[in-house]
């Protein structure tokens, strides 16, 4: 999920945030990666 700084960067806005990735994290089915991680997964699985 990318999180556009204009729209959530207001400061009313950061506590529904962190509730939010609070109940993300909590969750054993969410996984939390970066953009390269899934680059290096994509091209692993397209060498294959």
């Known amino acids: 999920m990318g999180n556009n700084p204009h729209i959530?960067?207001?400061p009313h806005r950061f506590?529904?945030?962190i509730k939010m990735l609070d109940l993300l994290q909590a969750?054993?089915?969410v996984l939390f990666t970066t953009a390269d991680d899934i680059a290096d997964w994509y091209s692993a699985e397209?060498?294959?």
């Open 46 to 48: 397209d060498s294959r």
């Open 15 to 17: 506590p529904f945030l």
């Open 27 to 29: 969750r054993t089915d």
């Open 8 to 10: 959530i960067g207001f």
